[in-house]
């Protein structure tokens, strides 16, 4: 990749981080503080960055959508659960970045926050509090907003409104590079598994971003490796997040 596409790029992720100014973390004691490491980390929730993941999984969601555009996996790229629409923005930036125009960017999300449990469905998210925290409810339109402040709203870019359980099984993709799940709960990981992994070509990449640190995440995607026989190896991205490659 041209120079001037890798300093967009890291340029990309320090802004989408908000490093560059120092935002501050919410739940920090007053006044509200900013930490580097928590930061780049993706373990403190900022007050104005656009996304939390940290650096370490914007790196990874890099590598994985430069392999299966150097590799010529086909299919677009998706993000189930965008919050304020920092990673799907940089999924763009990406596309952009690499003169990517055969591929879209699908931006999956309820934006009215998480689904209540439904612990006869899913007894493993009857304790889930996700979807009391309003801080986690980001609109359709704010996030469109945030596309725009970096240019990068245009036709690649589909939004995908409603709970996962009603659009997951009817969108509008035949062919899928590389998912980003971050969904939370065992309902919303299972609901993006069982309706996308399907899509997911030979060679593409499923990033999990909760998986180390909410257990009916977890649970959901054990539960859905071993009923498919799934063995392709995880791999560790941080304290949160992993991924794997599909091979079969």
């Not at 960017?105 to 007894?123: C, E, I, K, Y």
């Not at 498919?228 to 304290?239: T, Y």
């Amino acid at each position: 990749m041209h120079a001037t596409a890798t300093l967009y790029l890291d340029l990309m992720k320090k802004i989408l981080t908000n490093s560059i100014y120092e935002d501050p973390n919410i739940n920090a004691q007053h006044p509200p503080a900013y930490v580097r490491q928590l930061r780049e980390n993706g373990q403190d929730w900022p007050c104005m960055a656009h996304t939390m993941i940290g650096m370490k999984r914007l790196d990874n969601l890099q590598y994985c959508i430069e392999k299966v555009i150097t590799e010529g996996i086909p299919g677009d790229l998706i993000e189930t659960g965008v919050w304020r629409g920092g990673a799907a923005i940089f999924m763009r930036a990406i596309l952009k970045a690499y003169g990517v125009t055969d591929r879209r960017v699908l931006a999956a999300d309820s934006f009215d926050g998480l689904p209540a449990p439904d612990p006869l469905q899913f007894p493993q998210d009857t304790d889930d509090t996700h979807h009391k925290n309003t801080y986690l409810a980001v609109s359709l339109e704010e996030v469109k907003a945030n596309f725009e402040r970096y240019g990068l709203l245009d036709e690649q870019v589909v939004f995908i409104k409603g709970w996962f359980r009603d659009t997951l099984p009817n969108i509008p993709a035949d062919a899928l590079a590389v998912l980003r799940l971050d969904g939370d709960m065992y309902e919303s990981t299972w609901d993006a598994l069982t309706n996308l992994f399907p899509k997911l070509s030979v060679g593409g990449y499923i990033i999990i971003d909760d998986y180390q640190v909410v257990p009916g995440c977890r649970a959901a995607v054990d539960d859905f490796r071993q009923k498919h026989g799934i063995a392709d190896q995880v791999h560790e991205i941080d304290w949160a997040g992993v991924y794997w490659r599909r091979t079969l």
